[in-house]
């Protein structure tokens, strides 16, 4: 594969797309399933298209062609926004173009206009409009928060290869015009010879080769009678931060307890009989005062959710592949060999330490389902 290898179905998915894509085969990007609505498209690199591919889209897909671009790469051509009816839909759709010297009307000129999107050497002046191809600009970031549409999930695999983030898709589509069921899509793949991927499996592969956060300051702080080292991290995506409180010495180490907590206003600072995050908390906080060394992760966003006003007991729920992701990134920085996570309730464990193993940590097996207890071994050298 062309980028890191991590342990994880997902990421042999993915990284078996991006190679297909920059080799310039074509690729079926599935979404996951959303209200009962399967969706899935035949997606190939924009620089690599020609006019085979455009004629099978035509032939195994719908009529309908979109190529999918940046906001920057959109900026740059200035592309301008096609005004919607649908606020907040995405992705939005620009002005249709065509590469000057070509009519639009063949698939040799549509291969064409396609290309030169994904052209360096291509400017504003390059195009005409209108024209026949209609580009879309994504919102990348959607991919990190783990909830993109196709051509977002599509143009984010591709920019992980270095190359010119602009991809041409087309929804696959049943005889009847209607979006193709699960089996259908699976059948075609299968007898074209295309590698399937979902988004799902883009997404937390965006997340574990992207730098998403940004290490703070570092100091020292007593809690509870111990002295903890703080050490605080801001998400180069959205409005999230964390802070690490570190008990002993980390890098290298292994079988190191990790604790999970999202703040929560109610329960951790009013510590409201109604809210169990406070007991939560405390207790981590119990745990690792007894251990040489571990980290309790403490998620902050500026949500509504984030309040804790209609947390009841058991509001410390799940994190998200987004947030587990997170958790992952700051243990990549503070540097164990392997984990123990404490809180197993809380994350998908299988895909923390995917992440978390990415870099230069040898990610090994929790030891069990069963939360530590102050004066469990785990974790003693």
Same mark, same amino acid.
């Given at each position: ?6 342990? %994880? ?9 991006? =190679? ?16 009962? $609505?399967?969706? %899935?498209?035949?997606?190939?690199? *924009? ?7 455009? @004629? ?12 999918? &671009?940046?906001? @920057? ?5 200035? /592309? ?9 839909? @995405? ?7 065509? /590469? ?8 040799? =000129? ?46 984010? &695999? ?13 929804? /696959? ?7 193709? $069921? ?6 075609? %793949? ?13 997404? &937390? ?26 050490? !605080? ?25 990790? +604790? &999970? ?5 109610? !329960? ?7 809210? =169990? ?24 966003? +500026? ?8 947390? *009841? ?8 592949? +987004? ?34 193993? !990415? ?12 939360? /530590? ?9």
């Amino acid at each position: 594969m062309i980028s890191a290898d991590f342990p %994880a179905p997902w990421a042999h998915a993915a990284g078996r797309a991006l =190679d297909d894509l920059v080799a310039g085969r074509m690729v079926v990007v599935k979404r996951d399933a959303l209200e009962q $609505e399967t969706l %899935a498209a035949f997606v190939v690199a *924009g620089a690599s298209i020609t006019p085979d591919h455009l @004629q099978l889209m035509g032939r195994l897909g719908g009529d309908i062609l979109w190529v999918a &671009l940046g906001r @920057q790469r959109a900026d740059f051509l200035n /592309l301008v926004e096609i005004r919607s009816d649908r606020p907040g839909q @995405q992705p939005a759709t620009l002005t249709p173009i065509d /590469l000057r010297q070509t009519t639009g009307l063949t698939l040799a =000129d549509r291969a064409a206009t396609i290309r030169a999107l994904a052209s360096t050497d291509k400017g504003p002046a390059d195009f005409m409009r209108p024209g026949h191809i209609f580009p879309v600009v994504v919102d990348e970031r959607q991919v990190l928060l783990g909830r993109p549409n196709i051509p977002e999930a599509a143009v984010e &695999l591709l920019r992980l290869s270095g190359q010119q983030a602009v991809v041409a898709g087309s929804m /696959l589509m049943s005889q009847g015009g209607q979006p193709s $069921e699960v089996d259908d899509i699976d059948r075609v %793949a299968a007898a074209e010879g295309f590698t399937v991927v979902r988004t799902s499996d883009i997404a &937390l592969y965006a997340m574990a080769m992207n730098t998403l956060l940004e290490p703070g300051a570092v100091t020292s702080i007593p809690v509870a009678g111990h002295v903890f080292r703080v050490q !605080g991290f801001r998400s180069m995506v959205d409005a999230h931060t964390c802070v690490a409180l570190i008990r002993g010495e980390l890098s290298g180490r292994n079988s190191v307890p990790v +604790y &999970l907590h999202r703040y929560s206003t109610v !329960g951790d600072v009013f510590q409201s009989n109604e809210c =169990d995050c406070f007991d939560s908390l405390r207790r981590a906080l119990s745990e690792l005062e007894a251990m040489p060394a571990g980290v309790l992760i403490y998620l902050v966003s +500026y949500s509504p959710e984030s309040l804790g006003i209609s947390h *009841g007991k058991g509001c410390q729920h799940p994190w998200s592949p +987004y947030e587990t992701a997170i958790a992952a990134h700051v243990l990549r920085n503070l540097g164990p060999r392997s984990v123990v996570l404490a809180t197993p309730e809380l994350a998908d464990t299988a895909t923390l330490i995917a992440i978390a193993g !990415g870099a230069a940590i040898n990610a090994v097996p929790l030891a069990g389902p069963a939360p /530590l207890k102050a004066g469990d071994t785990i974790g003693r050298d």
